[in-house]
């Protein structure tokens, strides 16, 4: 990874002005509409008014948005700083190295100096800019500016998002054409937005890594980005979501053994991992004996442009060996179903690819969206995703397996899905934690998927690692 992430890099063309002057009632423009260029039904118009609303991003002008104008740097910036509250910054006690400013030494002992030259200390964005800069999200360039008006490129913006949550790993591999085009400091960064669903292709299947970010795709972006990491929504409170059992296991019974989470509590403990074609070629005999007890296998996935439907290149490898190196196995099929009958077509295509094979952890759907303006999913509401688990489910349990649903905390809270319609089927939780510690999740969950940058003999690279706190052979026993 590149110092300070851009530090060298200067964007290709100059774009629109860093638009970071508040302007005077953002709440009102956004509950009124009175963007004129901002028409209701068009796609971006919930998450423009979002974050004109919470003030993450300014109108540039009272009563337009510019939502075709590109997002640049200090744009980003800006919208970084206030989604954590805006800190206060200071310049006291900064080193400051020769090549990123040019130093009064007379004054050095009065004051600091701000360290980029084509920003002014007093500009609205300047706090912003340095606090960006402090972090380490966002860089200067070699000759001492920020270039708070260069546009920023997809994957740099990927690169920065990828630094403020710790330079976490993707567990599957990003399906972009363009993927080997991608910056080599940027490739991580550019699978995990995707993995995370923050970033998603191009209709032609391309990242787009060197083009730009609209202002509307920004604030549809940094709106996913709030919601899934920052300020995670609560469920409707006139929902029934008080009718799922409470999440009661042991906080204090969860610790770290040989590199696995593992509970102590008065439930099952399964060690287990959760693979697809991103892993390459997996030695099944040293994950075995490094005390994995389970794998999930991904058995397939539908395309989010082209609703084809994939076996997973490594899923007849993955199950064989797997079984044959004695683990319980699952398997799981990354949906992009938005109608019963689809979700219905991949149920059944799956028990085709599973059919003679000893499964016995439980057959999941995966239904994650994927949060461009071209995807199939893109607007699929909740109650569309849950019928379509219902239907997948009853499919996969009629044929004697056991159905699993799965998601995050976010994607619950959400109404992403209902899992109080769910609720005779085990459930998978994904929530990624620091250190490992207990997920807060509310609900009772029956696996939980806790990190994706896990450590695996026998795996090059990371992968998924979960939890399984149930013994799913005694399951409706």
Not at 221 to 239: C, K, M, N, S, W
Not at 240 to 267: C, K, M
Request: charged residues 25%; glycine residues 8%.
């Amino acid at each position: 990874m590149m110092n300070r992430v851009f530090r060298g890099l200067r964007a290709l063309t100059a774009g629109a002005l860093a638009l970071c002057v508040l302007l005077p009632g953002p709440a009102a423009l956004a509950a009124g509409t009175d963007l004129t260029d901002v028409a209701p039904e068009a796609w971006y118009a919930d998450a423009v008014a979002y974050c004109v609303e919470r003030e993450l991003m300014d109108p540039a002008a009272p009563d337009e948005f510019d939502p075709d104008g590109l997002v640049t740097r200090a744009v980003l910036a800006e919208a970084l700083y206030r989604l954590n509250d805006r800190p206060v910054v200071s310049l006291e006690g900064e080193d400051f190295d020769s090549g990123s400013q040019e130093v009064d030494r007379e004054h050095e002992e009065e004051e600091a100096v701000y360290p980029f030259s084509d920003v002014d200390p007093e500009d609205p964005c300047a706090d912003a800019i340095l606090w960006a800069w402090q972090e380490g999200f966002i860089g200067g360039y070699d000759d001492g500016t920020f270039g708070p008006d260069d546009p920023i490129t997809r994957e740099q913006m990927a690169a920065i998002f990828w630094q403020t949550r710790g330079r976490q790993l993707a567990q599957k591999a990003a399906p972009f054409s363009d993927l080997r085009e991608v910056s080599s400091w940027a490739i991580n960064a550019v699978e995990w937005v995707w993995y995370v669903g923050l970033m998603s292709g191009r209709e032609t299947g391309a990242f787009d890594y060197a083009g730009y970010t609209t202002r509307a795709e920004g604030a549809a972006i940094l709106r996913t980005y709030d919601q899934l990491f920052l300020h995670v929504p609560e469920e409707d409170p006139g929902a029934s979501a008080g009718d799922l059992a409470p999440n009661r296991y042991d906080s204090g019974a969860f610790v770290v053994e040989d590199g696995f989470l593992t509970y102590r509590g008065d439930a099952p403990s399964y060690v287990g991992i959760d693979v697809s074609s991103h892993q390459g070629q997996i030695d099944w005999a040293q994950v075995a004996a490094a005390g994995v007890d389970f794998a999930m296998i991904r058995a397939g996935y539908r395309g989010y442009y082209n609703p084809t439907l994939n076996q997973d290149a490594y899923f007849t490898y993955n199950i064989q060996q797997a079984l044959a190196h004695g683990l319980e196995v699952g398997v799981y099929f990354f949906s992009q179903a938005v109608t019963e009958e689809e979700a219905a077509e991949e149920a059944r295509l799956l028990l085709e690819w599973i059919d003679g094979y000893d499964i016995t952890y439980p057959v999941v759907f995966d239904w994650e969206s994927v949060d461009d303006e071209d995807s199939r999913t893109r607007d699929t509401d909740g109650e569309t995703v849950t019928r379509c688990a219902q239907v997948f489910c009853s499919i996969i349990e009629d044929a004697g397996y056991l159905p699993m649903t799965y998601g995050s905390p976010s994607k619950i809270y959400a109404g992403g899905i209902d899992l109080t319609q769910l609720q005779d089927y085990p459930f998978w939780l994904a929530h990624y934690t620091t250190d490992w510690v207990p997920t807060s999740f509310r609900y009772h969950y029956h696996m939980w998927q806790y990190s994706s940058s896990g450590s695996v003999p026998g795996i090059e690279g990371r992968v998924d690692l979960d939890l399984c706190l149930t013994d799913f052979s005694q399951w409706g026993r």
